[in-house]
């Protein structure tokens, strides 16, 4: 007989995600929220295995009550709490980031970029096509990690 443990048992919360109602179990992330429902939030520093970054702050969210817009990543679903992911708070930011990340950063390799820059209308030219960025060439410390300073978002989830 194979036993599988369950964890802990978590209690379910009800919210509201776009106008519709969710219930999911406590200590879920407002991204993992999104997620689960189908909604296509980007977020580039969120790693599964790791600890919410923060970082990218692409994954912005409204959240009822309060003034500013928050990193889905990291913030946990709340009892009663009313979400909305597709705002044009949201879509402002989320084009303000992707440009001003775009305008410092090299996002040829980031997966799924292209399509969010298009999705958000961002104008990677807007702050300048080739505004100040890291003059480092890459480390390569091994075979199998090269550190490139040009692509580093300052997530932090390498270190």
Known sequence: MTVTSLGVPRRLLDLTLDGEPVRVPEGTTLLDVCRAAGKDIPALCHLDTRAPASACR????????????????SREAEPGMTVRT??????????????????????????????????????????????????????????????????????????
């Open 58 to 73: 692409l994954c912005v969210v409204e959240v009822e009550g309060s003034r500013a817009l928050v990193a889905a990543c």
């Open 86 to 159: 597709d705002t044009e708070r949201t879509r402002h930011s989320r084009r303000t980031v992707l440009e001003l990340l775009a305008s410092s950063v090299d996002l040829s390799t980031t997966p799924g970029i292209a399509g969010w820059i298009e999705e958000y209308g961002a104008r990677p030219d807007r702050f300048g096509a080739d505004a100040a960025r890291v003059a480092e060439e890459p480390v390569v410390d091994n075979g199998l990690l090269v550190r490139d300073h040009g692509k580093c978002l300052r997530c932090g989830q390498c270190v």
